[in-house]
């Protein structure tokens, strides 16, 4: 699962709620870590074990990731869809010198889910560790830094029209709304998954109880062709539900009935999630992916006639729930 260690306390193993607050409140202004924090796991794909931690960040820097090994020594790397280099089972970012930091979507998610707009995020390896496979560790590496509002207003994406991506039988797409919404629904023909569809107004408190947990997941008899292709090597039943057949070889099981879906709606909040903040927009997704998701980003910002930039204006209100916004 790894380890989490907040800077002045031990280490920390494991992870649930217990003492600590909620990371989710108004979201009027923008947010920010209250102290560094650190972890440690192994990388989904490279397999190596991976150091991670989470630092404060000033107002307007957004979410930055800096590599601190090897070669990559200092790299910067800007959460953004325009860094998008890699979209093969996950997410990964490149710096301008290309410097990568791969499955960045749980923990970006994570981040979303817990209104973070601004932090540094240092990496002693290619990709955020995969922990247990969902965005619940971060949630909680969240919850134990503390969280504190900066003095500058909380901006978001309002899109004002519809955009839409698709590409074989997937299909993806953003339209405007006055929250942030996401239908989506997979199809597979394994029975252990079937047809699933959700639909969710994402406010805090609903990705930390319903989406947050849910984990990625993957089938056996493609393992053997991944490693072949430099990925999942770092995939065991600890951090993936695995399916065989049409039997789920995890011993304890679902953490929900539909989970397969819900970790399809937590790949998708963290990946809009590098549109820079948050997105006023119902999102709608058909069989969606990484590779969609950062196609439609794209399409959304090539017209600046698809989308303004507002800055969130209702006290005590989730940001998620916002009714109006101003234009900035």
Do not use: W
């Not at 009027?28 to 192994?42: D, E, P």
């Not at 710096?95 to 960045?104: F, H, K, M, R, Y």
């Amino acid at each position: 699962m790894g380890r989490i260690m907040l800077d002045g306390m031990s280490d920390i193993n494991g992870f649930g709620a217990g003492q600590f607050e909620p990371a989710i409140s108004g979201g009027r202004f923008q947010r920010t870590l209250k102290s560094a924090i650190h972890c440690s796991g192994v990388g989904l794909h490279s397999g190596e074990k991976i150091a991670m931690s989470l630092h404060p960040s000033a107002v307007d820097t957004g979410i930055v990731f800096r590599r601190t090994d090897g070669a990559a020594k200092g790299e910067i790397i800007p959460a953004r869809f325009d860094r998008v280099r890699d979209t093969r089972l996950c997410t990964a970012l490149a710096s301008d010198n290309g410097a990568l930091v791969g499955t960045v979507e749980h923990l970006m998610a994570a981040l979303a889910g817990c209104e973070i707009d601004n932090a540094l995020i240092e990496l002693d390896g290619p990709e955020v560790p995969i922990m247990d496979g969902s965005s619940e560790p971060f949630v909680f590496l969240i919850e134990c830094a503390g969280v504190e509002e900066q003095a500058a207003p909380r901006r978001a994406i309002r899109v004002l029209r519809e955009v839409s991506v698709s590409e074989g039988s997937g299909q993806v797409s953003l339209s405007p709304a006055d929250s942030f919404s996401i239908g989506l629904s997979i199809d597979f023909s394994s029975k252990a998954i079937g047809r699933q569809e959700l639909f969710l107004n994402l406010s805090g408190d609903a990705f930390r109880n319903d989406i947050a947990k849910a984990r990625t997941f993957g089938f056996l008899h493609e393992v053997e062709a991944l490693r072949q292709m430099g990925l999942a090597r770092g995939g065991s039943l600890e951090n993936a539900v695995v399916i065989s057949g049409d039997r789920i070889m995890n011993e304890g099981g679902l953490r929900f009935e539909d989970e397969f879906v819900r970790h399809k709606v937590l790949d998708c909040v963290g990946d809009l999630y590098l549109a820079g903040g948050p997105l006023l927009a119902h999102y709608r997704g058909r069989r969606p992916g990484h590779a969609l998701h950062n196609a439609l980003l794209r399409a959304l910002f090539a017209d600046k006639a698809n989308y303004e930039i507002v800055a969130l204006d209702m006290p005590g209100a989730s940001s998620s729930y916002l009714r109006h916004a101003v234009a900035v």
